[in-house]
């Protein structure tokens, strides 16, 4: 059981380092947004990811999810945490 635990926290920590290295794609070219990096996936495998786009917009998270995709019972992996408020960066 322990194994199983440690086998399932390794897999995020591969998922969400995946993020972290879409987000060095951009790098410096995202104006006053950071560049963030972002992954989905499911069963295992990436279904999608995207990165902050140059100058900042859209984000991350827009990039990889308008792609047609089916997203049900998939994890999102994102290098930072996803904008929740209203204006400046609203989509």
Excluded: W
Excluded at 10 to 31: P, R, W
Excluded at 67 to 83: A, D, H, T
């Amino acid at each position: 059981m322990a194994n199983q635990k440690n086998n399932k926290g390794s897999k995020k920590n591969f998922f969400i380092n995946l993020a972290f290295e879409q987000a060095k794609i951009n790098l410096g070219s995202t104006n006053t947004n950071p560049s963030v990096g972002c992954v989905v996936e499911k069963e295992g495998s990436i279904i999608s990811s995207g990165v902050t786009s140059l100058n900042g917009r859209p984000h991350a998270e827009f990039n990889t999810l308008k792609k047609k995709k089916n997203f049900i019972k998939s994890n999102l992996y994102v290098s930072l945490e996803p904008c929740s408020n209203f204006g400046k960066t609203t989509q």
